[in-house]
């Protein structure tokens, strides 16, 4: 089954044969360096480099054409890194070079540029030292608040440049990026790293052989808690003074000099925070075909008019080009995020349902899409012509109704179908299993009792929990109860089932000793309404934990455990999840035994992508029987060692659950992250045995589909179960030329079974523009939705390709978007400019951050199950969570306004923003630390711990305690704010600075050099930028 899943990854596979460096020019063999069905590898970038353009193989000349830029253009330069997507596309963002004429000019002051000036990386030098001119230069021109004038400031150094020079030379060699088991960053030969490394950049430094490794986690060798690294010299002093280039070789020596302004480049939180203020708290009516929805990180109350909400769908741009070569030209993936059961806030409106009785749903005689506002009524009302295919169809004598004036239904706004982009339909019995009503679905409870699990305490804490959280099982709105029936086994090498049948005064116990073939021992009285059933359940989950309170059974089985909830769910004929709560590696004997394979030596070889695949095959038919049977897995993992989540974690994936890990797990701290993340699993909006369908508009289709989904075949995407937090990507290609006029049309619609066990439709909509210009593709790209889809992309290709061609193939593409742009859409410049389109100014920081991430990172110190831990949660991740995942979030809360509620905004993550006396919240969907300065005010330490001092902090708590005081409750209530409506709890993590577990922090601080040896933003930026001048060249 994993052909149509997982395993294949044509668009990786296509071009790994001619896979090569990523650097080594733009020749025929690297322009297979992409995704292939982008695939002409004679495509824009490979043509006769432009007259004007070939002044750039000049070693640093090549600004000379331009020259110092009046101080006007500097000002729109600034403009455009001030504009956020409200100006997308005005303005490409570029990085303007105000170098004075004596700078740019022919002479040069000795320096390694004379020395080598045949050398065949001086096209990329000069690009490279182009570029950190314009970074440096462009300090003076920074954005924000206290910006300096530029003209006097950099012509008052002039042997400013000729350092520069010297610093910015590659070192001579291939360039081919290092392997990942030893990627010092993609830059490591670029100068930009070797500052980095003059500088005591932190990060660069030597391992610390005194710093022990924390349980479960993943310290890296380049850590060192160099206390210097957060001290004065770092907080940026010199960093807005133009000049803070070292003067000359000799202050090489001298102490650390800041080598670029980071807030010369393009900032993340500039960009959402521009978003923001422009587009926050505001109404976005979805009325117009191809219009750019605010960022997902911006709050504001969408209303459907027409077009399904952001919520819903994102995609990667709003103006698909017109023809594939032009899509093959840009290489920007054309892709949609579909969300389909998102969470709406209550003050939108939730969506309609639709019935059209026995009838049922209106759809298209020839391509089945269903009845939209992107039907075209026609005749008076009579027919009307499908969106999608053209088609004419006859309107069916109930749905008549007259046109009005302007050719539009009279009862446009009276149904949702006509008028919304989202709505549902009650489906017929046409659309139901063997075409009989589903039953409502249910969910099985099995509890892994081995003797781990009973001594830690979880069992008890599991069965106790149980108790309350079953009258909070989900139920229609209208609905008193719920409609959902329950189950409860229990195992370890064998599997319990329980009879708690209502009539019962006592549970019964069957005990399933054969494994190999796993049999329902009980029908009647397995499956029970819990509120018919009460006090037999809350007996057993009262009994459990004495019952197995002496085991000493150490082994347990997995498979069968899947295999039993299946057939159970199965016999009674109804869709359902299964909450399996596991510990260990699966050893016994039984069907799905695994054994410990993890192996460090595959690390950077062919063989890596084993580790991301399953052990043994039954899983794999495990799940597709799961899939066909509405089953879905959901796995929470309790693991103290390796377990084998590729293996035991694929049915989870397959079947649309969730897998949740808790390593490590101790009673007392990790408690309230797994029961409220249990309690909101259990209550989540979910649709059963689902369905999901996409269809599009002539001219292109939907290709290839990423997320915690099955495919049998290229067209139906099936999930067992879809909940709110669950997205699948969907990447689309062209079939022929699309039309301007009637743009891109996608239709998802996904037939699921409700809690109650209601057959349903829902359909969601949205239209896209179409264009002959590029230019109109780049203005309408969404970074976040790029991100996740070259995430899932890269994220499922590492299954069959090596992690060092998956990484080559990312930097690559992104040169190639952005290379596309300079060449087709930006006015005319030096070559050795960057420019970057307003709309994916960010881009290259989050994919550095994608490339940095564990799952792309085979580093010994990671452990494996993390890394598949990780694969797995961002292939089935929405674009709010990638984005939040990739780029965390960090919230100085040291001087909070206590008055207002508005939580504060964000900084960038990176080290230099970091401050002694300061305290910050950092997030990323999974993790959450409390970043704790060494001089803290005392009154904010004493509120929030009520402690007198930085050194009685407590780093132990996971929570912070309930305090009455102004502090507490505004920090806690941030704390609440950044957890709403994510899938998984963040347990709190309390790092005090210049303690050992600072090292497991600095991994989210995403824009600095990894200590895993992912590179900075800076020196990504660098290496890009040198891609790029090579591919213009
Ligand atoms: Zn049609």
């Known amino acids: 089954m994993s052909q149509q899943g997982y395993v294949t990854a044509p668009p990786f596979s296509q071009s790994q044969p001619r896979m090569g460096g990523f650097s080594a020019g733009f020749g025929p063999p690297n322009s297979s360096l992409h995704y292939g069905h982008y695939g002409d590898p004679n495509s824009s970038h490979a043509a006769a480099p432009q007259p004007g353009l070939s002044k750039s193989t000049v070693p640093l000349g090549s600004s000379a054409p331009l020259g110092p830029l009046p101080p006007g253009t500097h000002q729109v330069s600034q403009n455009n890194f001030q504009s956020g997507p409200s100006a997308a596309g005005q303005q490409p963002h570029r990085f303007q070079s105000p170098l004075p004429p004596n700078n740019t000019g022919p002479s040069y002051p000795p320096g390694s540029h004379q020395s080598q000036p045949a050398s065949p990386n001086t096209v990329s030098t000069s690009c490279t030292t182009q570029l950190a001119n314009q970074l440096n230069s462009m300090q003076i021109n920074s954005y924000g608040p206290g910006a300096i004038q530029s003209s006097h400031t950099s012509s008052g150094h002039p042997q400013q440049l000729p350092l520069m020079q010297h610093q910015m030379t590659l070192q001579p060699g291939p360039q081919i990026p290092p392997p990942a088991n030893n990627f010092s960053g993609l830059c490591a030969q670029s100068s930009l790293s070797s500052i980095a490394r003059q500088d005591g950049i932190p990060g660069s430094g030597l391992p610390n052989p005194n710093l022990q490794q924390l349980p479960g986690q993943t310290p890296g060798p380049g850590y060192h808690p160099q206390q210097a690294n957060y001290g004065p010299q770092m907080a940026g002093s010199q960093l807005s003074y133009p000049g803070a280039f070292p003067g000359g070789p000799a202050q090489l020596s001298g102490p650390p000099q800041k080598k670029l302004d980071p807030d010369s480049i393009p900032s993340p939180i500039q960009v959402i925070e521009n978003d923001k203020a422009s587009r926050g708290g505001q109404m976005y009516a979805t009325n117009t075909r191809g219009q750019v929805p605010p960022l997902v990180t911006t709050d504001c109350l969408i209303q459907d008019q027409g077009h399904a909400s952001p919520r819903y769908i994102r995609c990667t741009t709003y103006c698909f080009p017109s023809s594939s070569d032009m899509a093959k030209q840009a290489r920007i993936p054309l892709a949609a995020v579909i969300q389909p059961f998102a969470i709406v806030p209550s003050n939108e409106t939730p969506l309609y349902v639709v019935n059209h009785g026995e009838t049922g749903p209106i759809r298209c005689n020839r391509c089945k899409a269903y009845m939209c506002p992107f039907m075209q009524f026609i005749e008076g009302g009579r027919r009307y012509q499908c969106g999608f295919c053209n088609c004419i169809n006859e309107v069916p004598p109930f749905f008549f109704q007259h046109l009005d004036h302007i050719g539009r239904r009279v009862d446009h706004y009276e149904r949702p179908e006509?008028?919304?982009?989202?709505?549902?339909?009650?489906?017929?019995?046409?659309?139901?299993?063997?075409?009989?009503?589903?039953n409502p679905p249910a969910y099985i409870f099995m509890i892994d009792v081995s003797y781990r699990n009973i001594n830690s305490g979880l069992v008890k804490l599991i069965c106790d929990e149980l108790k309350t959280l079953l009258d909070k099982l989900p139920r229609e709105e209208q609905e008193e109860s719920s409609a959902i029936r329950v189950g409860f086994v229990t195992y370890n090498k064998v599997l319990h089932f329980f009879n708690v049948k209502s009539n019962l005064a006592q549970p019964q116990m069957m005990v399933v000793s054969d494994v190999g073939e796993?049999?329902?021992?009980?029908?009647?009285?397995?499956?029970?309404?819990?509120?018919?059933?009460?006090?037999?359940?809350?007996?057993?989950?009262?009994?459990?934990?004495?019952?197995f309170a002496d085991t000493n059974e150490s082994e347990t089985i997995f498979a069968p455990v899947i295999q039993a909830g299946m057939e159970a769910l199965k016999a009674a004929e109804c869709a359902g999840k299964l909450f399996i709560f596991h510990s260990s590696l699966p050893t016994a004997?039984?069907?799905?035994?695994?054994?410990?394979?993890?192996?460090k030596k595959l690390l950077s070889t062919d063989k890596e992508k084993t580790l991301f695949q399953p052990q043994v095959n039954s899983y794999e038919s495990l799940a597709r029987d799961c899939v066909a049977n509405g089953c879905c897995v959901n796995l929470f993992l309790f693991p103290n060692q390796y377990v084998d989540i590729a293996s035991l974690g694929l049915v989870t994936m397959y079947t649309g659950g969730t897998l949740y890990k808790y390593n490590n797990f101790q009673l007392n701290s990790d408690s309230p992250q797994f029961l409220t993340d249990l309690r909101r699993d259990i209550e989540k909006k979910t649709g059963f045995d689902a369905i999901m369908r996409v269809r599009t508009s002539t001219g292109f289709r939907a290709t290839d589909f990423f997320g915690a989904i099955y495919m049998n075949n290229t067209t139906d995407v099936e999930m067992a179960a879809v909940d709110c937090d669950k997205a699948v990507t969907v990447e689309f290609k062209h079939d022929d030329k699309l039309n301007e006029d009637s743009g891109a049309l996608i239709q998802c619609a996904v037939l699921y079974t409700s809690v109650s066990g209601q057959r349903r439709l829902r359909i969601h909509n949205i239209g896209l523009n179409c264009s002959t210009q590029l230019a109109d593709v780049y203005k309408t790209c969404e970074t976040d939705a790029l991100i996740n889809f070259f995430a899932k992309s890269a994220f499922k290709a590492i299954l069959s390709q090596p992690l060092k061609v998956v990484r080559e193939i990312l930097v690559s593409q992104t040169a190639h978007m952005l290379a596309c742009y300079r060449k087709n859409c930006a006015s005319p410049s030096a070559v050795s400019q960057l420019i970057l389109p307003d709309a994916m100014k960010v881009l290259p920081v989050y994919m550095n951050c994608l490339l940095k991430s564990t799952v792309l990172t085979g580093r010994p110190e990671i452990p494996t199950d993390e890394r598949a831990y990780h694969r797995q949660l961002v292939m089935s991740m929405g674009v709010a969570d990638t984005q939040l995942f990739f780029y965390p979030q960090l919230l100085p809360i040291h001087?909070?306004?206590?008055?207002?509620?508005?939580?504060?905004?964000?900084?960038?993550?990176?080290?230099?923003?970091?401050?002694?006396?300061?305290?910050?919240?950092?997030?990323?969907?999974?993790?959450?630390?409390?970043w704790l300065g060494v001089s803290t005010p005392p009154e904010l330490i004493q509120g929030l711990f009520n402690v007198p001092s930085f050194a009685h902090i407590s780093a132990e708590a996971t929570l912070l305690p309930d305090l009455a005081n102004p502090y507490s409750k505004k920090i806690k209530s941030i704390v609440e704010h950044i957890q709403s409506q994510k899938p998984y709890t963040m347990k709190l993590m309390i790092v005090k600075q210049r303690e050992q577990p600072e090292m497991l922090f600095r991994q989210f601080l995403v824009e600095d050099k990894s200590i895993h040896g992912g590179a900075s933003y800076v020196d990504f930026l660098c290496c890009v930028h040198k891609e790029i001048c090579q591919l213009l060249n």
Do not use: H, W
């Open 518 to 547: 796993v049999f329902v021992p009980l029908l009647d009285g397995f499956l029970v309404n819990f509120q018919e059933s009460r006090s037999v359940v809350n007996n057993l989950l009262d009994q459990i934990p004495e019952m």
């Open 589 to 599: 004997e039984a069907p799905g035994k695994l054994r410990n394979r993890d192996d």
């Open 895 to 930: 001087n909070l306004d206590l008055k207002s509620d508005a939580v504060p905004a964000a900084v960038r993550c990176s080290e230099e923003r970091l401050s002694e006396g300061g305290a910050f919240i950092l997030a990323n969907g999974l993790s959450m630390f409390l």
């Open 418 to 438: 006509l008028s919304l982009g989202s709505y549902e339909y009650v489906a017929t019995l046409d659309y139901c299993r063997n075409n009989k009503p589903p």
